[in-house]
């Protein structure tokens, strides 16, 4: 299907009314997870997988989550400049310059500028899915089982490294994911795995209640413990239009940052996060004044917040054209895909391509509409950090363990919920990311099931990994990048080692 045709029919599908209500109610419930601090966008996703099971259309499910995950991205910046508290993860290098614009009584430019922004890289992230998802998918109808296997395995390799968290600490979490995973019954034999004479886990754990718990009722606890009173630094929002010279000092970080955020996106494992910080630290390099960085410099605003909506755009590639999830929150919707009968691939846009140009079309509507929410509304977001999450953290647990019974009518899955979302809690209070775990949840049983079906093509040899030219490059790939990570391990930990010396 030409790309012309498949996005005007695309349209077509997201301007249906049913589609087009739940990309706004996405926008809106993503803006105010990213304005409510605590609450990311993988956290709602996964307490709202039950909602998403019970809507019926595929196509509309995922425009719903979709637009959750990239309005948290727009957001996430209206606290981290008024509270220096970043709503989400990619929001924290935004706090520095942000939070000092809003004590200057620039907090009207701040916030127009990462809405402006943001609204440019997450247009050019679509664009290029736009283009981009479909000559890679159509490439990637060659691929066979080592290919996917290999691909799978670079995608855990890269959710380790680049989780921004320690790599130990990330391969930890990597195999208590893929010891989860394997928990009941074998696919093939038929035998009980880790199941301890447990009849409830025989049918292993539901991923709707692991990704709830790890992450929703953790994030709530986390949550309400960290709440102390947040002060905004004003309450005055003041003149939105950015001055003549805050465009110009802005116009290039923003074009810098819609082109890393869309790069760092593709890549397994990157996500917005990556590409916030990456474009921070580009954005101090190549600065005449770099001394203003953390005092209040627009670029130090504008650059991550455009990399990181562009990101979140492109994020989509991999999922829509490989399958592979580039971070949790894509993780719960890849998830959410493989429950309603659909699987994410290159297959995708051939089988299922209301789904496929249905959700991109929707991209490019949901970003007008967040740029409309986030701008003239953006004093009705500040209203909504006032709501005591004493009342509001109860109400979602009530809720989401509601959802957690409904699944299969049973109390099990309730208990689970709790176990993981204290689980959740510690892990995180100890400094261990949940999302190489959460990835490798998923991806386990795929990688578990292309070893199967390569070794049964190849009658047991492993050579059929490397000796056909597209999974060998791609595991010469993994393994260039595992020395690469392993060697820069090596030499931070040795430059450590002789500051500690000197001094």
């Not at 500028?113 to 990637?140: D, M, R």
């Amino acid at each position: 299907m030409d790309v012309f045709q498949g996005l005007f029919d695309g349209f077509a599908i997201a301007f249906a009314g049913n589609n087009l209500l739940f990309c706004f109610l996405g926008a809106i419930l993503g803006t105010a997870v990213g304005v409510l601090p605590g609450l990311g966008p993988s956290a709602t996703i996964s307490l709202l997988l039950p909602v998403v099971y019970a809507m019926g259309s595929p196509s509309t499910s995922i425009i719903f989550l979709a637009g959750i995950y990239y309005g948290a991205m727009y957001g996430g910046s209206t606290t981290s400049i008024l509270l220096r508290i970043p709503g989400e993860a990619a929001s924290v290098v935004t706090a520095i310059d942000g939070y000092q614009m809003a004590k200057m009584g620039r907090a009207g430019s701040a916030l127009a500028i990462a809405a402006i922004g943001s609204f440019i890289a997450g247009t050019v992230g679509v664009i290029g899915l736009t283009f981009v998802a479909p000559p890679l998918a159509e490439f990637a109808i060659r691929f066979g089982p080592p290919e996917y296997f290999a691909m799978m395995l670079i995608g855990l390799l890269l959710a380790v490294f680049l989780s921004g968290g320690s790599p130990i600490k990330g391969t930890i979490m990597l195999f208590l994911g893929i010891l989860l995973s394997n928990v009941g019954l074998d696919p093939i034999s038929g035998k009980e795995r880790f199941t301890f004479g447990f009849v409830a886990l025989q049918n292993g754990f539901e991923f709707v209640t692991l990704a709830m718990g790890l992450f929703g009722l953790s994030e709530v606890f986390l949550t309400l413990e960290a709440k102390a009173g947040n002060e905004f630094v004003t309450k005055k929002i003041g003149r939105l239009l950015p001055s003549a010279q805050e465009w110009a000092d802005s116009k290039w970080p923003i074009f810098r940052g819609s082109l890393i955020g869309f790069f760092t996106g593709i890549i397994p494992g990157g996500g917005s996060v990556v590409a916030s910080l990456t474009s921070y630290a580009l954005e101090k390099r190549v600065s005449k004044h770099p001394e203003e960085f953390g005092e209040g410099a627009i670029a130090g605003v504008a650059g991550p917040e455009s990399a990181n909506n562009g990101a979140s755009s492109s994020s989509f590639i991999p999922l829509l054209t490989l399958g592979i999830p580039c971070n949790a929150a894509i993780s719960m919707i890849f998830a959410a895909l493989l429950v309603q009968g659909i699987t994410p691939g290159p297959f995708l846009i051939s089988e299922h391509p209301d789904i496929f140009w249905g959700v991109i079309a929707s991209m490019y509507i949901g970003n007008v509409i967040l740029l409309i929410l986030n701008l003239p509304l953006v004093g009705l977001w500040v209203q909504l950090l006032k709501v005591p999450f004493g009342i509001l953290g109860p109400v979602i647990v009530l809720f989401t363990a509601v959802g957690c019974y409904s699944l299969n009518n049973d109390t099990f899955n309730v208990y689970v919920f709790i176990a993981f979302g204290v689980l959740g809690y510690f892990l995180r209070k100890m400094c261990f990311d949940p999302g190489p775990m959460i990835m490798a949840f998923i991806l386990a049983p795929l990688i578990e099931n292309a070893l199967r079906q390569s070794l049964l093509m190849s009658a047991g040899s492993f050579t059929i990994f490397v000796s056909r030219p597209i999974s060998g490059s791609i595991m010469a790939l993994f393994f260039i990048i595992l020395i690469g990570q392993i060697y820069a391990a090596y030499k931070s930990r040795k430059k450590a080692r002789c500051v500690v010396t000197e001094e």
